[in-house]
């Protein structure tokens, strides 16, 4: 594990593949308050609070494997520090679909990415029902964990034991199995509350409506709903995340097509029939926020670049206009029918790359602005600057310059110069989505710590890894008793 701060990155390739797709295995045992011990550099003293990371635990059945990572049952990781002292919960999300499949070690649901029960076209044509994967997010809502999956409702978790309760309606916040997305945003900087926990749900078709709510996380109403609205929207919504602002909702409706007929004739999964429209243009659906000065106006509708997004980064208002920074695919990646997901080509997927969006309200347009052109995903900003404009953000990138390539590295990218730091895992590690902390009473944006899950490819085993955030210093490392695969999005609960 290196720095490289000072040392050039190359264009060639420097990782192995078989190091990386080692990660896809099931993971194997549940662990309950299991101390972790160190195995480079000290604990944190005085460091207390929960680190939580869902993804998928379970990648084959039966000797079937899932035909996409995002097709596997959620597992939620738990790594509580009292003290500085780190102990380890691992809970796999017991949904109805798990338990089902899980008696039986063989799937009975199809995947959204792929993935199809045995038995060919015949046995998966027609067959329309999805199982809650709950994979994507873990986050606190008032007294509850919540193992988060954008196409259904949330499941609640036991906060101490990860113990999975079922289905939750949010106190009837949400009807059974509404969509409820697994990219909720924590704004810190709300005058309706110290802490709101802003998120959405989309019901799509011919027009898709945007369900946008805001509940109070903190004090004796925590876990209340106390704004929510509905706004309407011609055309197809595939809508993964958002970002939010004092006063607004960003959403970014790509310009994709979407044909069910494959589908439903059981011949792919349903995101296998997203397809870029390059006849068509992306769309920025900017809604006022409830809590914000804006509330009760209608919303607005403003071309945007082209490219495929899932994730943005932060946004923040300046005079009459959004700046918005996102992670920009020239294309909407897919994994196809007959490639296996564990052998893919690097190269022939595009790769993301930051760029920022400045959008004027007042004359309806958008201008591009692109940071870089080294490939990267899961990029974050402190969470006190998260809707308020931001100097640093810090992200999973390639250890390579150019290309497409594994994540390999945490890159830190001064918004404002360009200038960059990185720390490399390789040429054996693999990163996960950075989680930025700041430390107690910060006085400075930066200060704070990265919590890191890496996929160690050496000793086919996974890491935690903390790094300072100012100079992406490695401060500890701990080797993880279970081996945990590539994952998706984690929180930190103080």
């Given at each position: 594990?290196?720095?490289?701060?000072?040392?050039?990155?190359?264009?060639?390739?420097?990782?192995?593949?078989?190091?990386?797709?080692?990660?896809?295995?099931?993971?194997?045992?549940?662990?309950?308050?299991?101390?972790?011990?160190?195995?480079?550099?000290?604990?944190?003293?005085?460091?207390?609070?929960?680190?939580?990371?869902?993804?998928?635990?379970?990648?084959?059945?039966?000797?079937?494997?899932?035909?996409?990572?995002f097709d596997g049952d959620g597992m939620i990781t738990s790594i509580k520090f009292e003290n500085g002292q780190p102990f380890l919960t691992n809970r796999f999300v017991k949904t109805k679909g798990y338990l089902e499949e899980e008696k039986i070690d063989k799937?009975?649901?199809?995947?959204?990415?792929?993935?199809?029960?045995?038995?060919?076209?015949?046995?998966?044509?027609?067959?329309?029902?999805?199982?809650?994967?709950?994979?994507?997010?873990?986050?606190?809502?008032?007294?509850?964990?919540?193992?988060?999956?954008?196409?259904?409702?949330?499941?609640?978790?036991?906060?101490?034991?990860?113990?999975?309760?079922?289905?939750?309606?949010?106190?009837?916040?949400?009807?059974?199995?509404?969509?409820?997305?697994?990219?909720?945003?924590?704004?810190?900087?709300?005058?309706?509350?110290?802490?709101?926990?802003?998120?959405?749900?989309?019901?799509?078709?011919?027009?898709?409506?945007?369900?946008?709510?805001?509940?109070?996380?903190?004090?004796?109403?925590?876990?209340?709903?106390?704004?929510?609205?509905?706004?309407?929207?011609?055309?197809?919504?595939?809508?993964?995340?958002?970002?939010?602002?004092?006063?607004?909702?960003?959403?970014?409706?790509?310009?994709?097509?979407?044909?069910?007929?494959?589908?439903?004739?059981?011949?792919?999964?349903?995101?296998?029939?997203?397809?870029?429209?390059?006849?068509?243009?992306?769309?920025?659906?900017?809604?006022?926020?409830?809590?914000?000065?804006?509330?009760?106006?209608?919303?607005?509708?403003?071309?945007?670049?082209?490219?495929?997004?899932?994730?943005?980064?932060?946004?923040?208002?300046?005079?009459?206009?959004?700046?918005?920074?996102?992670?920009?695919?020239?294309?909407?990646?897919?994994?196809?029918?007959?490639?296996?997901?564990?052998?893919?080509?690097?190269?022939?997927?595009?790769?993301?790359?930051?760029?920022?969006?400045?959008?004027?309200?007042?004359?309806?347009?958008?201008?591009?602005?692109?940071?870089?052109?080294?490939?990267?995903?899961?990029?974050?900003?402190?969470?006190?600057?998260?809707?308020?404009?931001?100097?640093?953000?810090?992200m999973a990138s390639t250890s390579q310059k150019l290309g497409n390539a594994p994540l390999q590295a945490i890159k830190k990218i001064n918004l404002t110069s360009k200038e960059e730091i990185s720390w490399s895992a390789g040429p054996s590690g693999f990163v996960?989505?950075?989680?930025?902390?700041?430390?107690?009473?910060?006085?400075?944006?930066?200060?704070?710590?990265?919590?890191?899950?890496?996929?160690?490819?050496?000793?086919?085993?996974?890491?935690?890894?903390?790094?300072?955030?100012?100079?992406?210093?490695?401060?500890?490392?701990?080797?993880?008793?279970?081996?945990?695969?590539?994952?998706?999005?984690?929180?930190?609960?103080?």
């Open positions: 594990m290196t720095n490289l701060q000072d040392k050039k990155i190359d264009k060639f390739k420097i990782f192995n593949k078989e190091d990386w797709s080692s990660a896809y295995q099931n993971v194997e045992k549940e662990l309950t308050k299991e101390p972790l011990t160190i195995s480079k550099g000290n604990n944190i003293k005085n460091l207390n609070g929960t680190l939580l990371r869902n993804g998928p635990g379970i990648l084959e059945r039966g000797g079937q494997w899932v035909h996409h990572p799937f009975i649901y199809r995947g959204v990415f792929g993935t199809q029960k045995k038995g060919g076209i015949l046995n998966n044509a027609l067959d329309l029902k999805f199982k809650n994967i709950a994979n994507t997010h873990v986050i606190k809502l008032g007294d509850e964990i919540l193992a988060l999956w954008e196409a259904a409702g949330p499941h609640a978790m036991d906060p101490d034991s990860l113990d999975t309760i079922g289905l939750t309606t949010l106190k009837g916040v949400l009807k059974p199995n509404e969509a409820f997305s697994a990219h909720p945003k924590t704004d810190l900087n709300s005058n309706a509350s110290s802490e709101l926990l802003v998120t959405f749900g989309v019901q799509t078709g011919p027009k898709s409506t945007i369900r946008l709510m805001e509940f109070d996380n903190t004090g004796t109403n925590s876990g209340e709903l106390i704004f929510d609205r509905k706004d309407t929207f011609n055309g197809f919504a595939f809508l993964h995340d958002f970002a939010i602002t004092t006063n607004w909702a960003i959403f970014l409706q790509n310009a994709i097509d979407f044909n069910p007929l494959p589908f439903v004739m059981g011949q792919r999964g349903a995101a296998q029939c997203l397809k870029s429209n390059p006849n068509k243009k992306a769309k920025f659906f900017i809604i006022p926020r409830e809590s914000g000065l804006f509330r009760g106006q209608p919303p607005l509708t403003i071309d945007a670049p082209e490219g495929f997004v899932f994730h943005h980064v932060n946004a923040f208002e300046k005079d009459s206009k959004i700046v918005l920074d996102s992670i920009f695919y020239d294309d909407f990646p897919s994994v196809g029918p007959d490639e296996n997901f564990r052998d893919i080509d690097f190269e022939k997927y595009p790769e993301g790359k930051l760029k920022r969006s400045i959008i004027d309200l007042k004359t309806k347009t958008c201008e591009l602005e692109t940071f870089s052109e080294q490939c990267c995903e899961f990029a974050v900003v402190n969470p006190k600057n998260l809707g308020l404009k931001a100097t640093f953000s810090w996960s989505e950075p989680i930025m902390v700041p430390s107690e009473n910060s006085s400075t944006e930066d200060e704070g710590f990265l919590f890191i899950l890496i996929w160690n490819g050496e000793r086919r085993g996974s890491d935690l890894v903390i790094l300072d955030a100012k100079d992406l210093k490695e401060l500890a490392v701990y080797e993880l008793p279970i081996s945990i695969p590539h994952g998706l999005h984690g929180s930190w609960v103080n």
